[in-house]
């Protein structure tokens, strides 16, 4: 029944986008409810579809678009969870967000784009063909474009509006250019698609994989994976993430931290089967993913700004999700579930960080941590759901993001014993950092003196609820929903044969899913397992004999705990060991790197962006100019004047068109006469 | 002889009535013209649906043989009706007072000659649909009665009969080769007598339709009268009586004549490709906007006729896999592009030509230029908001832009024109779509990026509506182009032989 008005779910914000554009200036707080109230009834239709089709049951609608190209909705395991988390996620930060906007005179402006950007994505994660996500993928990315710049008079806004537009747009080339691909070869293998059934739809890429050549599976692969690092912020398109953070914290709350950045992840969760099948398609997702990870995590250590600390810990979470399901080329399609879990598990803690954070930015008008201080004094509520939050971020046992991060790890691991350790050690590596960062954040921001003169009072309740909500699920989701989450996820790909895929992916040690025969005895154990088993029981307390060992299995504990002490000796001023000063002088090398973020400033826009490209720019500007321009202008020139003496045969004189018929008729005649004797025609 | 025997013909029927009924009523009653207003475009409505309901008809013949019902002759029918239709709505804001009734009683008599031209597959029907349509729309081009209108006019009129005598000289000779009137008979017939006489009754055949499609050399007529008629009568005069012109052709060349194949495929490959550069280039230094439209009308009519082109080159070839969308052969594929750019033509010309009307009404008040000066369209986007953004998108649409209908009818067009190996012509074609942008975007730059000359104006309901439903349909068909694609071909499947 509810799935008969799963459209709705695109129409009612679509429907509140235009409401708010065109009457939210005769509205109270420029329309806010209405888009409230649009995504509330989107997660509303989610949650009936949920209830209607879970644990197994698809939604498939489609219907003809042109050519062979459809429009549809396909809601599968994969799509409904995030349908869900994107709907609620919203939702919240739109009722938070009538709080926050209130009063700013573009509110109206605000809610429009909100409404859209919540239909663009949702519609994205429920298309049922690639070119319809292309699309909606592109309209996030507008609506990113222009939240960013919401404040446009302010240059650094309308700046980073810039670049986050023109970096993701080198992904979103890639991404067509991987579209394209794919597109021919499925093209060219002349299938009979039944009635109904079109090419770029997901059923039919995926049943059709293992019949494209592998060398183009590896292109089409990292096509798309250009365009997830675009979307994600994944190195090295991850520069434009932390400048987005100019655009109102409820924009980097919803936008940059809880779902439009996961469209890369979910693209690649989306394609698995495909990447999966790639040679070295897993493999590029795995070094980008972890390597990202560690290397926006050092960054987050330095950065003063606490929505730049929250949007490096984004960049690393991401890469988190996208090892996650990198490391699946030695488990399987669980990885998937895996990864999803991090991803639904990271939007709501990392929405509330940001939401608090906004709490806070609000009541002390700032965004550096070195003017704050003290402030959990006067935002209690503020203090302790933020507390919640960075710990579930840090992964501290029985928070949601300890459950979420520590399965990647755990599957990393087995990707290590069976491929390669490094995506393993970066990935603990960056926990360890996650945890310290994290802490120095909450720390300075909360306790010790303060250090600015700041207003004293506790944000308003209509944006505390939210946090208090998103809250409980930062800290329950992860206990809550483990099992049935793989077990739910794992059905989006049931249909799947992962051994024949795995077989072009060259993924020879693999154990395969869904208890596949082992290849190995050594890793038998693991093999056994398979799918269901590593993912589900990496944390479940390892009462089961288990492929890890047992210090594998508890080392994310201390890591979370041992960063978080670590950061606690720095910053709390009730343990306070070291002076981070002292300890790092301001000429050590290390922190002026980390501090200066790798110099990537310096490098991508210095000597990159201004001396080879710019200077390339100029060679071809000056070729454009006087070689192509130059012969184009001749020629627009060429062709101009000759339309100018065109025009002057229409003498207004009717005579002279009679005439000019009457000579038509001539040469028509002539000509064809000549054309026949010459045997032309 | 029953009377619903006659149903698929019942439109035209409604529409006669209606019109000798608007002539009475609007003499006996006095200040009359918004109700002769309602009256047309309720008759239209109707008709429409009437039309509608028989889309795509198997041929039916009617009348001796002279009337032919089927896919091809409703889809023309539906473009007539719509546009005039259209031009009915945008006309019951400015045609209210005295004479009210004239004009919707001539506008409705044209399109009745319209829809029988679509019908006939007899040339002495045809002949007599042609005039009952033209005469019609040589009063309506001087209804205004200024010094402009007249002389349109009389332009118009003088080059229409001329071609209409060369048009009847040609009916002629094929009379006399075939003994009959039929078209089916003609075709037979000039199998067998082909001789230089037929090649004359071709050409002179060429130049009377040639003038109503407004072909060059036969289209100079057509710049001075847009320009110069009423704007909404020039709508009709682009959108409607032009596709008259190709409707005509197509039944009496690509049926009567099919035996000069080879000849009229020289003929049409010279017509298309002069027609659409020059009409493009000619476009681009006018400064009076309706003009601009003329041309750009010159131009499409250019890229209509690469039809022709494609049939004579592609005439009965063997079916091929085309845009994925099964075997299909390409001759049937450009009748049914020239189709869609006819449809989307008819909408997109409809719609700048009564954003022209409001602007010359309107706009151009106390402005001492040519109502129709492209200096008045500055700032448009400032002045009357909803015209501006409508003309935009026309703009785009003729230029060709996805998604709208500009678009499809090119698109599915020159892709036939490359299937069946006219590379060259979809080059041509194509440049010429790219040069056409320099006027279009000039059109446009005006509009939004120039400073407005005047304050804010009303823009008037029936413009509004008119221009509001004339978008949508024009997206809608860029959207959604399927269901016309295969409408279009199942129209074109008329023409050739299964």
Redesign the interface.
Known sequence: MYADYAYLIVALPVLAFLLCLFLGWHLPRGGGFITVLATFGALIVSLGIFSETYPSEIVHQSM?????FNVGILIDPLALVMLLMVSFVVTLIHIYGNGYMNGDPGAARYFAEAALFSAAMLGLVYADNLLQLFIFWELVGLCSYLLIGFWYRKPSAAAAAKKAFLTTRVGDVLFLAGIILLYNNL?NLNLALKPGEYLLQFPVIYAHISQIAPDQLTLIALGLLGGAVGKSGQFPLHVWLPDAMEGPTTVSAMIHAATMVTAGVYLVARMFPLFYAAPHGLTAVAAVGAFTALFAATMGLTSFDIKRVLAFSTVSQLGFMMAGLGVGAAVGAVAVGVSMFHLIGHSFFKSLLFLCAGSVIHAVNTNDLREMGGVGKYMKWTMYTMLIGSLSLAGFPLFTGFFSKDEIIVIAYEYGTLINFLPYIFLVLAAVLTAIYTFRMWFSVFTGKERSNYAHHESPWVMLGPLVILAVFAFGFGWAAQDDFYSYLDSTFEDIDFVELSVIGGHAMLEGEHGAPAAEGEHGAVAAEGGHGAAAEGEAGGEEAHGEPWYIQILPIFVAIGGILLAGLFYWDKIKKFDPSQVTGEKDPIRKLLLKGYYQHEIMTGWFAETVVYGTALICNTIDIKLVDGWLNWLSAL??G???H??K??T?I?Q???T??V???VV??V???L??EVG?? | MEFSHYAPLWGEALLTILAVLVVLLGSLMKNSGKLMGYLSAAGLVAALALVASNLTIKPTLFFFDTISVDALSQFFKVVFLVVSLLVVIASMSKYTGKGADEYFALLLFATVGMMVVSSSVDIITLFVGFELASLSTYALAAFDRSRKNLEAA??YF??GS??SA?MLFGFSLLYGMAGSTHLADIAVASLDNFGPAT??AL??V??GFG?KMAL???H??A??TYEGAPPLVSALLAAGSKKMGFVAAFRVILIALVALR??W???FA??AAVTMT?GN??A???NNVRRILAYSSIAQAGYIAIAFVVVGAAYGAMPVNV???GPIRADQLGIAGALLLILGHALMKTGAFIGTALVASNVSKGSETDPDDISNYAGLAKRAPITAFCMLIFMFALAGIPPTAGYIGKFVLFSSAIYSGLVWLAVLAILNSA?SLVYYLRIISYMYLKEAAGPKIKEQKGYVVALVLTLLAVVWIGV???AF?NWAMQAAAVLLPQ
């Open positions: 003809p678009w042109f050519a062979n093209a062709v101009l000759f339309a100018q065109v025009r045969v229409q207004g009717v002279n068109y009679v000019a018929l000579l038509g008729v028509l005649v000509v064809i006469t054309a026949k032309l025609v | 009389m332009k003088i080059f001329v071609a060369f090649l004359v050409l002179f060429i130049v003038f060059v050399p036969f100079m007529w710049p001075d080879m000849e495929y020289m003929a010279m017509l020059l280039l000619a681009c230094w006018q845009l994925n969308m040069l959604f182009p399927e694609i």
